[in-house]
């Protein structure tokens, strides 16, 4: 399995930014896809972003041309940067890794198998 451990979020301003950060460890984060999700409490996860083993990159509608998902492969880690924060955006972000040998996609969350703990974002 992929070990995965979420930081950097946070309690900010709308309009304000962070860099949500996912350590992986056991295998390295170019090997498969890596997805940032997002839950509200009492709804299902929504997808936020991915990024695959070719740096290709998808993200939801809702936050196109405000979340960057980038990975550093010295660090083993993905990062999700998110500016022009809302109170829409305010959620638990958790990462999770996708290791199938398929398309990278957010939309659907049964495909990642291996999550992390999760860090809260919190945007008033």
């Known amino acids: 399995d992929v070990q995965l451990v979420e930081s950097g979020g946070g309690s900010v301003q709308a309009g304000e930014s962070l860099r949500l950060s996912c350590a992986a460890s056991?295998?390295?984060?170019?090997?498969?896809?890596v997805g940032w999700f997002r839950q509200a409490p009492g709804k299902e996860p929504k997808g936020v972003a991915s990024i695959d083993r070719r740096n290709s990159t998808k993200y939801a509608d809702s936050v196109k041309g405000r979340f960057t998902i980038s990975q550093d492969h010295a660090k083993n880690t993905v990062y999700l940067q998110m500016n022009d924060l809302k109170p829409e955006d305010s959620a638990m972000y958790y990462c999770a890794a996708d290791t199938g040998i398929r398309p990278c996609t957010v939309e659907a969350p049964g495909l990642f198998k291996d999550w992390g703990q999760g860090t809260q974002v919190t945007v008033s």
């Open positions: 056991k295998y390295a984060v170019s090997m498969f896809c």
